[in-house]
């Protein structure tokens, strides 16, 4: 039984660092691809970034490349996304994923957090 849990998420201003978390249990993260999404209202969820369980290759969607950073700690079982230089179009439900592959694809993904919500102002 597989459960990944998000924390870290708040309200800040443009230009301003949040650093997500995402602890894992029941799976061990150093056999998983994992992701974060996103999803605003009235959007799709969105791929933000990905991991594979192989060599930690990262993969970023285009608007926040350069801005956020994925990482593992497979020793703590934990992922993050380090998120600096926030803009108001990131205000979204943040959602951590674990999944075969790393895929753009919110449907290829196995497990899922609850979420944490991001807000940030101009």
């Known amino acids: 039984q597989a459960q990944l849990v998000e924390s870290g998420g708040g309200s800040v201003h443009t230009g301003e660092s949040l650093r997500l978390s995402c602890a894992a249990s029941?799976?061990?993260?150093?056999?998983?691809?994992m992701a974060w999404f996103r999803q605003a209202p009235g959007k799709e969820r969105e791929f933000v970034a990905g991991?594979?369980?192989?060599?930690?290759?990262?993969y970023y969607e285009d608007s926040v490349k350069g801005r956020f950073t994925i990482s593992r700690d497979n020793a703590k079982n934990m992922v993050y996304l380090q998120m600096n230089d926030l803009k108001p179009e990131d205000t979204a439900v943040y959602y951590c994923?674990?999944?075969?592959?790393?895929?753009?694809?919110?449907?290829?993904?196995?497990?899922w957090g609850r979420g944490t919500q991001v807000t940030v102002s101009s």
């Open positions: 994923a674990a999944g075969r592959v790393v895929i753009n694809v919110a449907k290829e993904y196995d497990n």
């Open positions: 029941g799976l061990s993260i150093n056999t998983q691809a």
């Open positions: 991991s594979t369980a192989r060599n930690s290759n990262t």
